[in-house]
Nanobody
């Protein structure tokens, strides 16, 4: 399985972006998919996850009411819709795949070999 993120960019505070996580080499419906981010000088943190059944899990409270996650298994793609963006959302965003658990696992349980290369999001104030 290979994952490729896209859709990042520069946006003003209050704006929106939609990130995509596209899979190849395997079908995404076998995987729970998590979105993570790493801000400059900070540790990577989990953002949201969507499990194989389409159930959402929030890894952080900071995006509730602003971010949503969806999946299109026919396109082998998971989306992260980010609205009302804030400067503190600035980070590199990664998606990761988990084939093991029935539903979204704890953020530290994603295996190292199922990550994308990341897409940069910059929110200006």
């Amino acid at each position: 399985l290979q994952l490729v993120e896209s859709g990042g960019g520069l946006v003003q505070s209050g704006g929106s972006l939609r990130l995509s996580c596209a899979a190849s080499g395997s079908t995404l419906d076998h995987y729970n998919i998590g979105w993570f981010r790493q801000a400059p000088g900070k540790e990577r943190e989990g953002v949201l996850c969507i499990d194989k059944s389409g159930v959402r899990t929030d890894y952080t409270d900071s995006v509730k009411g602003r971010f949503s996650i969806s999946r299109d298994n026919a396109k082998d793609t998971v989306y992260l819709q980010m609205n009302s963006l804030k400067p503190e959302d600035t980070a590199i965003y990664y998606c990761a795949a988990d084939p093991t658990f029935i539903t979204c696992p704890e953020p530290h349980r994603y295996e190292d070999d199922h990550w994308g290369q990341g897409t940069r999001v910059t929110v200006s104030s």
